[in-house]
């Protein structure tokens, strides 16, 4: 059973549209949670970390449900330079992070 | 900062070859860490190392993959003899936790490997 489990898509969604990408993870001992994000043929960056009471930033919020053992990511108005792929990340001990295979978003003009 | 630096960007070979990969970490950052992607099955992570001593290499595929960091500035993964298989995007990521509190990995460009 992998660690980290994600919907790969594709996602295709026009502009101005609201998207939601879940992502389950498997160890209930797991600490941190991320999303990074990933252009094409590019290294994947961070985009935001998950906090137990929820985040947003800006367009962005991510959620984290301990109960259920699952992340998600939530894009408002999204906008054409949102498309790429997004990772989900746990981390459960230390410093060793469990990348998701990632989520493909495009979005159409 | 210039980030995290990789070497070469892309590496063509045949099968068979040597192949060796370069990585210099973000000054200061004392964890480095080894990523494989494919397709197939996304972002592995093959070994990782703190203060420049291996601490989890049990991603490593198999023998024939090897990592060294002989010091804070710099480390490889060499394959050899490489396979076609191992064709996949190559990461290094380096962070430092210890001192923030927040342990963001920062990515170098990767290195494009194919093997033919």
């Known amino acids: 059973r992998k660690e980290v489990e994600q919907d790969p898509g594709p996602f295709n969604v026009p502009e101005g549209a609201t998207v939601a990408f879940n992502c389950t993870y498997s160890?209930?001992?797991?600490?941190?949670f991320f999303w990074y994000r990933q252009d094409c043929r590019k290294e994947p960056k961070l985009l935001m970390s998950?906090?137990?009471s929820g985040n947003e930033d800006g367009r962005f919020t991510a959620q984290l449900n301990r109960a259920s053992q699952y992340i998600s990511l939530l894009i408002r108005d999204s906008k054409l330079s949102d498309s790429a792929t997004y990772l989900c990340?746990?981390?459960?001990?230390?410093?060793?992070?469990?990348f998701g295979t990632g989520t493909s978003l495009t979005v159409i003009p | 900062d210039a980030g995290v630096i990789q070497s070469p960007r892309h590496e063509v070979t045949e099968m068979g070859q040597e192949v060796t990969l370069r990585c210099k970490p973000i000054s200061g950052h004392d964890y480095l860490f080894w990523y494989r992607q494919t397709m197939m099955r996304g972002l592995e992570l093959l070994i990782y190392?703190?203060?420049?001593?291996?601490?989890?290499d049990s991603g490593m595929p198999e023998d024939r993959f090897s990592a060294k960091m002989p010091n804070a500035s710099f480390s490889t993964l060499k394959i050899q003899p490489s396979e076609p298989r191992d064709s996949a995007v190559y990461f290094c990521?380096?962070?430092?936790?210890?001192?923030?509190?927040?342990?963001?990995?920062?990515f170098g460009p990767g290195t494009r490997l194919t093997v033919l």
């Open positions: 990521a380096s962070n430092d936790p210890g001192t923030s509190g927040y342990n963001e990995q920062f």
């Open positions: 990340v746990v981390s459960e001990t230390g410093n060793q992070f469990y």
């Open positions: 998950v906090y137990s």
């Open positions: 160890n209930s001992a797991s600490q941190s």
């Open positions: 190392f703190n203060n420049n001593v291996p601490i989890d």
